[in-house]
């Protein structure tokens, strides 16, 4: 038997490394975000302003967002969804809640974890505020908030019954 | 069920360029916006929406997705997505009207071809179990046929360096391509190997572009254009993927797709070729049997911009625009994909 005969498996380990551009779009929100503010674009067609600024254009009036808007930083949950299941690279003890939050000022949800209260407690209308890691740790990136957590200020009344499902 | 009339009516081209710093989708939205006010048309009135592009070389997953915000897609609109060139997302929107769903499509493409190492990335095009594992690179490939070719005696190093002063000269014309210089080929011979036998103006010079085109049905390209662009025959044909089963010195899928799309029954003026590489454009020549009579990539081609997934639909927009100027009555257009010219897309277009 040759060696190559022996040969079941190949490893051939390959890497591509990329230049990634945010575009001057969202540049401004990265740049914000380096120094804990959190800064939207409003769309010069229908004014909507939204945060994260997606990729600089407004998908409505397809058209290339204009000014900066700071938006936040508390906001309303709009919607939540209560993991528990666990899964492959969970990093989160469970039972935990992904929100959506319409931060203040913005016109769009953006997603993040509700911690620092029970996941029964968590509801529409729920005002809820950032908590970031420490500055230190900070980079262009959303991650630079670990979660949101409760205000304690009245629920903002979002047009659902209470009860309903 | 008998063949609608339909017919290139606008094009957008953004010029090329290399490391861009706008996302894709910045780079998208002009030209679609662009293409749109050419021909004034409301956009409910576009019936389907196709975009051309590719998420490896972004690097992200389903990065194609976020094209639908540079359509303005509100209310709801009706939209496909071809991972390759926007040529192919041009076939499938010809089908689309075909189909009677539409009447006016628009179709667009995308390359941000210099953000990542496009030799190597393109290998993601070849056969999975055998070819990409061996990580060949595309220029590598490309090498390897040109060897064959010149081995076979189809062709010489002086007739690809031919082929590229022709398609630098010829892009000293046009505004929006990237390499361009008035060069001679014996001065092009005396330049270095990069990938033996290529030389660097063998290779289709990778440039960040975008593009966008207008098809529409009978009198819906009457009204929109002055002198649309009438598609007579499309055809899109593939060779094997098997590289060693398929002859490398010449390109029976481009031969049939020619033929099928009518190549051959009159005169062409101006034939865009998609030929990333010089003695490919030759392969093609031959196989389409393209004489003296027609001038080959009068642009400059994807030799001197070649902005991956979108070079094919170029090649569209640069025939259809030759029509809607009179400077041309029967021309062709052609887009490659996948290794040595695997696939092959040829459409013959003609004005009124």
């Known amino acids: 038997m040759s060696e190559a005969d022996g040969i079941m498996r190949l490893r051939q380990p390959i890497s591509v490394t990329y230049n990634w551009s945010a575009g001057p779009n969202a540049t401004s929100h990265l740049n914000g975000l380096l120094d804990g503010t959190l800064v939207g674009k409003r769309c010069p067609g229908c004014s909507l302003v939204y945060f994260p600024p997606r990729n600089g254009v407004c998908p409505k009036c397809a058209r290339i967002l204009g000014e900066d808007v700071v938006v936040g930083p508390r906001g309303t949950i709009t919607t939540f969804c209560v993991v528990n299941v666990p899964f492959l690279g969970q990093k989160i003890k469970l039972p935990y809640v992904a929100a959506q939050i319409l931060l203040d000022g913005a016109d769009i949800s953006m997603q993040h974890l509700i911690q620092e209260c029970e996941a029964t407690d968590v509801r529409i209308g729920m005002r809820v505020e950032p908590v970031w890691k420490d500055r230190s740790e900070w980079g262009p990136s959303l991650e630079n908030i670990t979660h949101f957590r409760p205000t304690g200020e009245p629920d903002r009344d979002m047009g659902v019954e209470a009860g309903a499902s | ?352």
């Open chain 2, 1 to 352: 069920m008998a063949r609608r009339d339909v017919a290139i009516v606008a094009t957008a081209q953004r010029p090329n360029e290399v490391g861009s710093t706008l996302t894709s989708v910045e780079l998208i939205l002009p030209v679609i916006n662009d293409v749109i006010t050419k021909v004034g048309i409301e956009r409910q009135k576009i019936g389907f929406w196709c975009h051309g592009s590719c998420d490896y070389m972004s690097g992200q997953p389903f990065s194609f997705v976020a094209a639908v915000d540079a359509i303005g897609a509100w209310p709801p609109i009706v939209e496909s997505h071809v991972e390759g060139d926007g040529a192919l997302a041009l076939y499938e929107a010809w089908v689309k009207i075909q189909t009677g769903e539409c009447d006016v499509a628009l179709v667009f493409s995308n390359g941000k071809t210099t953000s990542g190492p496009i030799d190597r990335i393109l290998n993601l095009q070849a056969d999975p179990y055998m070819v990409t594992p061996l990580w060949p690179g595309f220029d590598s490939l490309a090498a390897l046929q040109a060897r064959a070719c010149l081995d076979a005696g189809v062709l010489s190093e002086a007739d690809m360096a031919e082929v590229a002063a022709r398609s630098y000269r010829d892009a000293l014309n046009n505004p929006i391509a990237y390499a361009k210089e008035n060069v001679t080929a014996e001065q092009l011979l005396a330049r270095p190997y990069t990938t033996a036998p290529l030389r660097a103006h063998d290779c289709g010079v990778p440039v960040d572009g975008a593009n966008a085109i207008i098809l529409a049905a009978g009198d819906a390209a009457r009204g929109l254009a002055g002198r649309p662009a009438w598609i007579r025959g499309i055809d899109h044909r593939i060779d094997t993927q098997r590289l060693g089963a398929r002859s490398m010195v010449e390109s029976s899928s481009a031969a049939i797709a020619a033929a099928n799309a009518g190549a051959g029954d009159d005169r062409i003026d101006i034939a865009e070729l998609h030929a990333p590489y010089t003695h490919q454009e030759i392969l093609l020549r031959r196989a389409m049997n393209l004489g003296e009579g027609t001038h080959v990539n009068p642009s400059g081609g994807a030799l001197v911009s070649n902005p991956a997934m979108a070079a094919g639909l170029a090649r569209f927009a640069e025939a259809a625009e030759s029509v809607f100027s009179g400077s041309a009555d029967r021309v062709l257009a052609h887009c490659t994909s996948g290794p040595m010219l695997q696939q092959n897309l040829v459409c013959v277009m003609e004005g009124d």
